[in-house]
């Protein structure tokens, strides 16, 4: 028997494969299921999350300066415990490098690692450095600690709770359309120059995405713990889905509410896109998406870095996008396993 | 300025990327330079590995069943994790696979990650699942807890201390001889029948390789902690030389100490190798080696699986191995990049 694995999506692949598997350690609080794993050692709350990105799948080196890979790499997996209400403190770094690679090529990869570190304040422990005959790939483990009050897990939204999200989506979608649209105009006469003037935010947000700290930080100065949390790195509509399956709700969040950046909306009429469309299903925003009770409304509507885009609803009434006039879509979370995801 | 990797060996490339990589965080208590990073959170101790098998360095597809690659990537992690003398608990999976891959194959590969997780009593706990446009690569970490006083480093061998080798050695390079062997014939003529029968030994050493638990449980109850110790990944060589390097210390190993298998020795000699340089320089035996003062003699000498074969000395006397007759002969450990080495 031969079932393709792109018919299933990638957390479909992943609660297919993790379905057997069972877990019998003491310290092992919370396994396979959320964006990282719960352990208790001693009197200690610990958090792991592991996250790989794959040449030619995560990101084009033609257009990726290696710092920014060593960067983004270690953003991805720092965002993982941010959404777990966690304090990211150490990253374990593994990469596979054909021999075509200098070591200057690496050191720039390390650059880009260290600087995420210092601004993230981990340390960079340990890792793995092997050869490749195809490709590079690179995988970081970030662990971190948790008060065991303030976890924040997927699946412990609940009905009646306000939908919130960090910053803007979309753009980092955005930014490799036109990464890859000077890509194939350069491919076609080497004597052009990328011009990426005018795209610096879109273009940014992809290459050199953030963890919001700052996000994180203000849920400990408020007081305040989300009931469930999320990073946005699949697309706010796979995200969500997560969120709503995980925790057996449905949601209604509205069209209007969705925070888009200017400038992805402008980029996105070059491209015949709809903004809704990149901000829904573009994916690597790496912003938090989190579900709070009605009476910290007042906490979060006063900062112009959240966004109060719906609410939670009872499961029966399924998850849904309300486009205005009445119109409702019903959000689509799963993509296919091919594509871009992570 | 381009610098090619292959002029530096693996652990030669490891320290120059981390030569600039300090640690801050109170909770990090040693980083990047041993089988495992060792985190200190409240009053527990633990520690973290993280290891890539990348297909075509570490493992082919066509002679490597999928079950074996997932129990074997978990095996070389939880190495890590004994070869410190700590106690592995949990498995953090990451997969790169190409969409041609069936959701059968991964099973299979999950299989063989539960197998080892029931073997050595760990829970796998979380893990990544991306595409890959060519080739499969798998990164475990592992992760566990130690007892302060128990932690077993690379860099604390002592002049005099004896020096050990769980097992025997050499016999996973051979077996990879006899697979590539029989991979060879079959591309030739696709009617043989890959002939293994004689070579199970080898070629079991090759594909499901074992981590030394029991060794970590005999240190314990004979009350008995190593000066220093690491796992043979790389070969005898190379690791006795990680463990010299690291220590400072000098060594003098014995060629009719190092202990070889019968099948071994018979292999080698159908493919007109020194079984010596199969132990030596073959790698991936997952065996613990490692180093205690004189005083605990008694305790190891008495036991089958464990052979002394040498002494640390200072280090103005260098590293080498006696042949007999007064010959001896300068180790040298390290490989260039682009062979295999995990």
Redesign the interface.
Known sequence: ????????G?SG??R???A??K???P??L???GDD??V?G????T?V???????????FDLTYTPMQHLGYKAAVVAISDLYAMNAIP??L??????S?K????S??LL?LGL?HACDQY???????????????F?I?V?A?G?VLPEKITCRNTAKKGDLICVSGDLGAAYLGLQVLEREKKLFEEDASMQPQLTGYEYVVGRQLKPTARKDISDFFASAGMVPTAMIDVSAGLASDLMRICTASNVGCEIHHHKIPVAEETIRTAGEFFTEPLIAALNGGEDYELLFTVPVAEYEKIVGRQDLSIIGYITAPEDGCYLMTGHGNRIEIQGERS??????
């Open positions: 028997m031969s079932t393709p694995l792109s018919g299933l990638k692949l992943i297919h494969l993790a057997g598997i877990t019998s350690q310290s092992t919370k396994g396979i990282a794993a352990l050692y001693g009197n200690a610990l792991a999350a592991t996250d790989t990105l794959a040449e030619g799948v995560h403190r150490q374990l770094v593994s990469i596979a490098v021999a690679f200098s070591v200057e690496l050191e390390y260290q304040h981990l340390d960079l422990v340990g890792g793995d450095t092997s050869p490749s005959i195809t490709g790939y995988n483990t662990i600690e396993f091919d594509r871009l995801s992570s």
